[in-house]
């Protein structure tokens, strides 16, 4: 529910979810380009030797999927960003609602307007939750007991 109101109401982690989210396209994006040269020299070894069609296969396939490179999510990645676009949503419905010429003429100012959307958003994404307790962590990984008192003894989690 959190996540979920965060994600609505909060320009800094829809920033951010923006920002990882790109992140993500960006990586699996470079994965493809890096194999493109080798598709590139399978599909000629393939074109040299008539014996390989299911070589040839897998080289257009990877060609196909290079053609028009995954398209980067559009979302701003500064929070004053995704305010921004909340105020012009707002105030483009208002304008597209009424064929007033004044359909403005009701809203404060434009920076009067973000600021009330930015408290608006602060309040609706709520006070941020207490972060949870950490778990222990495995003592496979740091060697030392799985008891409580261990768990919560600081000197054995900082030697991990």
Do not use: Q
Request: glycine share 4%.
């Amino acid at each position: 529910m959190t996540v979920t109101r965060w994600r609505l109401y909060s320009p800094a982690f829809r920033a951010a979810l923006a920002e990882r989210r790109a992140a993500v396209w960006g990586a699996a994006a470079d994965r493809l380009r890096a194999v493109l040269s080798a598709a590139v020299d399978a599909l000629a070894d393939a074109l040299n030797d008539p014996d390989h069609p299911a070589r040839t296969a897998v080289a257009l396939a990877v060609l196909k999927l290079a053609g028009p490179l995954p398209v980067v999510p559009a979302e701003p990645t500064d929070p004053d960003e995704v305010v921004r676009e909340l105020v012009e949503a707002k105030r483009d419905r208002l304008r597209e609602r009424s064929d007033d010429l004044n359909a403005l003429d009701g809203l404060p100012g434009y920076d009067a307007h973000e600021r009330a959307v930015r408290k608006r958003l602060v309040l609706l994404a709520g006070p941020p939750d207490p972060p949870a307790a950490l778990p222990a962590p495995p003592p496979a990984i740091c060697g030392g007991t799985s008891s409580p008192a261990a768990a919560g003894n600081r000197r054995n989690v900082d030697k991990c």
